[in-house]
């Protein structure tokens, strides 16, 4: 009786120019990128780095923000970062304090909380991978990406267990040339550095309640106008920057974003004025379309 051969328990080895079904089993598909025009308008990216207190090791990661959250000074921290920077003033200038300078010291110490590093102790200890315990730790953050359109959130809102507040205190902020060169990372590959603000969003009242409006500044003609539901009102320049900003919104400021705005400008106006072409009736397209079946046939 002859022998069958056996079924081989193997699967056939695949010849020349053809793959090979189990070579891609252990390899993990890269997850998909996706783009849209809100990412290239507001993305932007950031290193945060956390160091640790006990063996100084730094950990660092890269993230992304649509918007930067930053923290209003408390009056204590407020009066001690004033103290700080009219000390520093005294020893450049080799004199004694000036009170017009307040208002620069008012920005100066809400930019100085960006700079800072936050402490991670008590509750918010950070876990070092090289001491394998919590530590206490300081996490500190520099901009390497900037993005088209640079949101700026003040944290106006406080909320300690069940209570809630507002922080009321004036903020002065710059309507032209905000430079963001303290803040960047030694990696940060931003050409433009420079903002000016285009648009504000207001919060009145407190933390129960309250109303907002926003002021916005026209491009072609450069007036400010502030928006209050439905009723619209110019506005000069100094009131903008006097307001109680919640957000605010800045954009680069260049000769290339001047002139790519320009020509974004012509050519809306130029679509607006092209002549459209009248629709064509339905009988018209019904003729229409029997004529290219007959003509295909």
Same mark, same amino acid.
């Given at each position: 009786m002859p022998l069958l051969p056996q079924a081989s328990s193997t699967s056939p080895t695949p010849g020349k120019g053809q793959a090979n079904p189990l070579s891609n089993l252990g390899r993990r598909k890269k997850p998909p990128l996706y783009r849209s025009i809100i990412s290239d308008v507001f993305d932007g990216t950031i290193v945060s780095s956390v160091q640790c207190l006990t063996c100084n090791t730094i950990s660092s990661r890269k993230e992304t923000f649509q918007d930067l959250s930053l923290p209003i000074p408390s009056s204590d921290q407020l009066s001690i970062l004033q103290h700080s920077s009219v000390t520093q003033m005294q020893h450049q200038v080799g004199g004694g304090g000036?009170? !017009?300078? $307040?208002?620069?010291?008012?920005? %100066?110490?809400? *930019?100085? =909380? =960006? *700079?800072? &590093?936050?402490?991670?102790? @008590?509750?918010?200890? /950070?876990?070092?991978?090289?001491?394998?315990?919590? #530590?206490? @730790?300081?996490k500190y953050s520099k901009v390497v990406h900037l993005p088209e359109v640079l949101i700026i959130h003040l944290k106006r809102f406080r909320h300690e267990y069940m209570f809630s507040s507002k922080i009321s205190q004036y903020v002065s902020f710059p309507l032209h040339g905000l430079d963001l060169t303290p803040f960047l990372h030694k990696d940060c590959t931003s050409e433009v550095v420079t903002y000016d603000l285009?648009?504000?969003?207001?919060?009145?009242? =407190? &933390? @129960?309640?309250?109303?907002?409006? $926003?002021?916005?500044?026209?491009? !072609?003609? @450069? #007036?400010? /106008?502030?928006? *209050?539901?439905?009723?619209?009102?110019?506005? $000069?320049?100094? =009131?903008? &920057?006097?307001?109680? %900003? /919640?957000?605010?919104? /800045?954009?680069? &400021? !260049?000769?290339e974003m001047t002139a790519r705005r320009q020509r974004t400008v012509e050519l809306m106006q130029g679509q607006d004025q092209r002549p459209s072409s009248p629709r064509p009736s339905r009988q018209t397209r019904g003729a229409d379309l029997q004529a290219t079946c007959l003509a295909t046939n």
């Amino acid at each position: 009786m002859p022998l069958l051969p056996q079924a081989s328990s193997t699967s056939p080895t695949p010849g020349k120019g053809q793959a090979n079904p189990l070579s891609n089993l252990g390899r993990r598909k890269k997850p998909p990128l996706y783009r849209s025009i809100i990412s290239d308008v507001f993305d932007g990216t950031i290193v945060s780095s956390v160091q640790c207190l006990t063996c100084n090791t730094i950990s660092s990661r890269k993230e992304t923000f649509q918007d930067l959250s930053l923290p209003i000074p408390s009056s204590d921290q407020l009066s001690i970062l004033q103290h700080s920077s009219v000390t520093q003033m005294q020893h450049q200038v080799g004199g004694g304090g000036n009170n !017009s300078s $307040s208002l620069h010291l008012a920005k %100066a110490s809400c *930019d100085a =909380t =960006t *700079d800072g &590093a936050d402490e991670l102790k @008590g509750d918010n200890m /950070y876990s070092c991978e090289k001491c394998g315990k919590l #530590r206490n @730790g300081v996490k500190y953050s520099k901009v390497v990406h900037l993005p088209e359109v640079l949101i700026i959130h003040l944290k106006r809102f406080r909320h300690e267990y069940m209570f809630s507040s507002k922080i009321s205190q004036y903020v002065s902020f710059p309507l032209h040339g905000l430079d963001l060169t303290p803040f960047l990372h030694k990696d940060c590959t931003s050409e433009v550095v420079t903002y000016d603000l285009y648009a504000v969003i207001c919060h009145h009242g =407190t &933390a @129960g309640g309250g109303h907002y409006t $926003s002021y916005c500044q026209n491009w !072609s003609n @450069g #007036r400010w /106008y502030e928006f *209050d539901d439905q009723y619209v009102t110019e506005v $000069s320049p100094e =009131t903008v &920057a006097k307001c109680e %900003a /919640y957000c605010l919104f /800045y954009k680069k &400021a !260049s000769i290339e974003m001047t002139a790519r705005r320009q020509r974004t400008v012509e050519l809306m106006q130029g679509q607006d004025q092209r002549p459209s072409s009248p629709r064509p009736s339905r009988q018209t397209r019904g003729a229409d379309l029997q004529a290219t079946c007959l003509a295909t046939n």
